[in-house]
């Protein structure tokens, strides 16, 4: 049963920064094509970005240009670099892989002030 640990979120203000992290209790992210999601309350959980094993990015259109995946496979850990932060991107950030969920994790609270 593979566990999913977010951690790095918090409250900064407006055009600041975060770094989440994500660890498995699995090596999963050299061969699944892995995401951060965020869910606000009353709204789906959506995916903002993608890692493919091969290192290929795919991030929503709302976060492009300001956020950054990446993945260290030898400390099962993956990140994801939120820059230039705005109020809309406040949410619970969630890891998972895309496709076959493994069980979510509790997620990192990220707020963002204006």
């Known amino acids: 049963q593979v566990q999913l640990v977010e951690s790095g979120g918090g409250l900064v203000q407006a055009g600041g920064s975060l770094r989440l992290s994500c660890t498995a209790s699995?090596?999963?992210?050299?061969?699944?094509?892995m995401g951060w999601y965020r869910q606000t309350p009353g709204k789906q959980r959506e995916m903002v970005a993608s890692?493919?094993?091969?290192?290929?990015?795919n991030y929503a259109d709302s976060v492009k240009g300001r956020f950054t995946i990446s993945r260290d496979n030898a400390k099962n850990t993956m990140y994801l670099q939120m820059n230039s932060l705005k109020p809309e991107d406040t949410a619970v950030y969630f890891c998972?892989?895309?496709?076959?969920?493994?069980?979510w994790g509790q997620g990192t609270q990220v707020t963002v002030s204006s």
């Open positions: 998972n892989r895309l496709g076959y969920y493994y069980s």
């Open positions: 699995g090596s999963i992210f050299s061969f699944n094509v």
């Open positions: 890692i493919t094993p091969g290192g290929v990015t």
